[in-house]
Nanobody, 116 residues
Framework: QVQLVESGGGLVQPGGSLRLSCVASGFRSDYKHIGWFRQAPGKEREGISCISRSDSSTWYVDSVKGRFTISRDNAKATVYLQMNRLKPEDTAIYYC?????????WGRGTQVTVSP
């Protein structure tokens, strides 16, 4: 049974940092890439970052470039999203998904709230 389990969300002040983790298990074969999505209240879910398994190439949506960093530890089957200089508009439920097109498996999400 494939599972993606996110953790690390919480309440943080503007300008603060959080690190999200996503632990993957149950894949029959290695997934080629895995990514992070988020859904803010009243908005559609959007892809924000993706990392490949083979060469760790990465992609970021413009709104998080320079602030967020995606990384992975294949030995631990874990993908991380380091989020720095957080803004109130980053408030959302954050999901990991594999593969990055969102047509495969999803975690249940972790809430990130950025507020004074």
């Amino acid at each position: 049974q494939v599972q993606l389990v996110e953790s690390g969300g919480g309440l943080v002040q503007p300008g603060g940092s959080l690190r999200l983790s996503c632990v993957a298990s149950g894949f029959r074969s290695d997934y080629k890439h895995i990514g992070w999505f988020r859904q803010a209240p009243g908005k559609e879910r959007e892809g924000i970052s993706c990392i490949s398994r083979s060469d760790s190439s990465t992609w970021y949506v413009d709104s998080v470039k320079g602030r967020f960093t995606i990384s992975r530890d294949n030995a631990k089957a874990t993908v991380y999203l380091q989020m720095n200089r957080l803004k109130p508009e980053d408030t959302a439920i954050y999901y990991c998904a594999a593969p990055c097109d969102g047509l495969g498996y999803w975690g249940r999400g972790t809430q990130v709230t950025v507020s004074p």
